[in-house]
């Protein structure tokens, strides 16, 4: 099993990055702003109890939702977290049962990006494309956001929407060998692969998971970006982030 930090430690040192000891992980003064578009993370858990997230949600009385709690924690938890020092904007398009639409995607996308993010993790996906999604990805991106999706968890079949769509990043899950988990959409190709092979992080107040898969990645890749603009704005050598080749 690895904490957030120790799989980035991992990912770096793997990819000949960085020294594991010399990354910092530490907020430093206030960091980016990002989003994560997701469900509704439980925010009296203790990872993100003195986090700085803002809640906006596109469906009626979501609850406090696991695979958001999860992803938060990753991205900002005060202990784990990969640069607890971000903003983070929470676009709660999932909750229960309600069917995640298109249209609450496409708003959140736009809302975040208008509200300054800069980066714009989005642990879901779809096999069908979305245009109004896709426009909402382009008009971020023309903004100067970066956005890292996740690839899907069905293989064999080709990488999700909106992993695919051109401009994003597609993020891949290995485990700690740097070997792609087997049902990790990889078609046509990934343009980041990250050890996110039984993770442990928050899910609730007082519970923690052990997960895997390409939101796992995804979250991963969020606190990363994020902890890497940070290390930027501080003259300090950034990580590099996104891969030449497909590991297999």
Known sequence: MLRPREAIALHLRRQGRRRGDEIRFDSRGPGPVIALIDGLPDLETEELADARVTVRSWVRDPAPDAHATFGASVMVGRIQGLCPGARLLVEVVASGDHPVRPAGIAAAI???????????????????????????????????????????????????????????????????????????????????????????AATGRGREAVRSGTSVATALAGGMLANDSLRTRNDEQPHSLVEEQTHV
């Open 110 to 200: 736009r809302w975040a990006a208008q509200d300054g993010a800069r980066i714009i993790a989005i642990p879901l996906g779809d096999h069908r494309s979305h245009e109004e999604v896709g426009a909402a990805i382009d008009g971020a991106i023309r903004l100067g956001a970066t956005i890292v999706a996740a690839a899907g968890n069905a293989s064999p079949h080709p990488i999700l929407f909106p992993a695919r769509w051109p401009g994003v990043i597609a993020a891949g899950a290995c485990d700690e060998r740097g070997v792609l988990l087997e049902d990790c959409c990889r078609s046509p190709r990934l343009d980041l692969v990250l050890p996110a092979h039984r993770v442990v």
